[in-house]
């Protein structure tokens, strides 16, 4: 969960202007869709999770075991950050007590825990420590429901991810070779005439 100066949330045209250059980027990456897409898919999956203090640990690590692209993974830890962390867990929390169980008091309690931790000035450090002392309490429910929520949110970040890249992909290749052939680029994989590569 990164921070912005202490413990605040980055500004939102910040935030806004950086995923931007970040999913620019992502489309100019020398690798394949579905390695971009799978890297996306498990970071969204990991920052789903009350990881909090080593998600984007955790996305570099399982990325690179499953060789998927972590460029495209280790910046989805922004995902949780402290303007999402209450609603994001207290939604997942929830999804785990309609599996396993639990009490609306329950809910009641750890969103006012977590939100207490949030409206906190606190030192990164100690505000992971606390929010595990939080997770702790409502352990088996929290983390059935964030393993089903990142599921499905890295399922559709894979899909949206891979459609988006590839039509990307095929509209730029129609464009060079439209250009091509109105002879304003060369064709993919040759070099453009030098100044003494014309006919004699």
């Known amino acids: 969960m990164p ?3 202490k ?4 500004p939102f045209r910040a935030g806004w202007n950086r995923a931007r250059g970040w999913f620019i ?3 100019h990456l020398d690798d394949s869709a579905h ?3 799978m890297g996306a898919a498990l970071g969204v999956f990991i920052a789903f999770t009350p990881t909090i203090g080593i998600q984007m640990m955790l996305i570099f690590f399982v990325t690179s075991i499953l060789r998927a692209n972590r460029v495209a993974g280790v910046p989805m830890a922004w995902i949780t950050n402290p303007a999402t962390l209450v609603p994001m867990f207290w939604f997942n929390l929830y999804v785990g007590t309609l599996v396993v169980g639990g009490s609306d008091k ?5 969103e006012a825990a977590a939100r207490g931790i949030v409206a906190r000035d606190l030192p990164w450090w100690d505000l ?3 929010w595990w002392d939080v997770v702790m309490e409502v352990a088996v ?3 059935v429901g964030s393993i089903l929520v990142g599921l499905v949110a890295g399922a559709v970040a894979y899909g949206v991810m891979y459609y988006l890249i590839a039509t990307y992909r095929k509209v730029h290749q129609r464009h060079l070779a439209a250009k091509a052939a109105a002879g304003d ?3 993919a994989g040759q070099a453009p005439a030098g100044p003494g590569d014309g006919p004699s």
Do not use: E, R, T
Not at 7 to 10: D, K
Not at 106 to 110: E, P, Q, R, Y
């Open 35 to 37: 390695s971009i897409a």
């Open 7 to 10: 413990g605040q949330a980055v």
């Open 128 to 130: 992971v420590k606390q």
């Open 3 to 5: 921070l912005h100066g």
């Open 141 to 143: 429910p929290l983390w």
């Open 185 to 187: 680029a060369p064709p």
């Open 106 to 110: 329950m809910l009641a309690n750890f």
């Open 25 to 27: 980027h992502l489309l």
